[in-house]
């Protein structure tokens, strides 16, 4: 045995004991499993490999805030019948365990996470001094793109004097305060779907109203230590930082501009004419120079998902 175990310290008393009797049938009585499950501890405590370390952080008020985004599965929801694919942007605060929940047409996008974390400072009527976020891998493509993308939320924490801070990929416990978090959010979630007896929702409105229902209940359940900690935080700007992207666009022969992977109508008169398109996380505004034209309601449709191309037509 020691010689397995020195070469492959990860071995377990099970996997060993498994292979003992298989190498010595009918050799070994049941009993001695105990004794080699000793053995191999006691040899691990002076000669196995060292393990990460992981200290108790104590956290104090105001301290920090956290943030990722995080989706039910299965995911039952529906806008009028029409199976809705979203997830939900989730900010907590460590300390007393407040948090804010928005629900996020598509995916992650610097958008959601500038008007997500935006919207939770207001309600909470400050700022913690430090904001971390796992590292939003999913919102971007390329090295170029996630570049820009740091550089923005760097801006972001900067307007409102917060410093910013990205977990290590891979390190899963770094980010534990939200994670564990999103757990409990998504059962209390569920359980109120059943208590209502449905999953479909007039309109997205209703839905965010649903969940705020639901962090309303989580929030009530901390309010003496969000109360102790709401002199901690740091006072507001005077007004907030963008939350959306411009991109340039054309519009194509066949009236139309492509943004995401995804086609929207607009008026005809428009045909070859350059653009400039806002993205926020829930709408897209067009500029023609400074004069703004139209308003169209962002699509929710995820790009990988479809077999054709939505069309969303300015009304």
């Known amino acids: 045995m020691l010689p397995l175990l020195q070469d492959n310290p990860g071995l ?3 996997t060993l ?4 009797c298989q190498r010595y049938p009918d ?13 191999i501890k006691a040899w691990k405590l002076q000669h196995g490999n060292p393990l990460e370390v992981m200290f108790l952080q104590r956290h104090e008020p105001g301290q920090q805030g956290i943030s990722d985004f995080t989706q039910l599965k299965p995911n039952g ?30 995916g992650e996008s610097y958008e959601a996470l500038a008007t997500g974390l935006q919207d939770a400072w207001w309600r909470s009527g400050g700022t913690p001094r430090e904001h ?3 590292s939003l891998s999913a919102a971007y493509n390329n090295l170029a793109e996630e570049q820009t993308l740091t550089q923005r939320y760097a801006a972001l924490c900067r307007h409102y004097h917060v410093k910013a801070s990205r977990n290590n990929k891979g390190v899963a416990h770094e980010n534990g305060a939200v994670e564990a978090a999103h757990g409990h959010f998504k059962r209390r979630v569920a359980q109120a779907l059943l208590l209502r007896g449905s999953t479909d929702f007039d309109a997205l409105a209703d839905y965010q ?25 740091r006072p507001l700007p005077k007004q907030r930082t963008n939350d959306y992207a411009e991109h ?39 500029y023609h120079s400074t004069v703004h034209l139209l308003t169209l309601p962002r699509s929710c449709m995820c790009p990988r ?5 939505a069309s969303i037509t300015a009304m």
Not at 27 to 39: A, C, G, I, N, P
Request: proline share 4%.
């Open 209 to 233: 109203a649903f969940v705020d229902q639901v962090v309303q209940v989580i929030n009530k359940a901390c309010r003496t230590r969000f109360e102790e900690e709401k002199p901690h935080l």
């Open 248 to 286: 340039p666009v054309m519009v194509s022969s066949s009236s139309t501009i492509l943004f995401k992977r995804i086609t929207y109508t607009v008026p005809s008169q428009w045909v070859g004419t350059p653009l400039l398109l806002l993205a926020y996380d829930e709408r897209l505004e067009l």
């Open 305 to 309: 998902a479809l077999t054709g191309v």
């Open 132 to 134: 971390r976020t796992d």
């Open 77 to 106: 929801i529906t806008l009028k019948g029409e199976a809705f694919a979203h997830r939900f942007y989730h900010y907590r605060l460590v300390y007393s365990g407040w948090c804010h929940v928005k629900v996020i047409c598509g």
């Open 12 to 14: 377990l008393p099970k």
């Open 17 to 20: 004991w498994e292979y003992l």
């Open 27 to 39: 050799h070994y009585d049941s009993k001695v499993e105990r004794t080699l499950q000793r053995r």
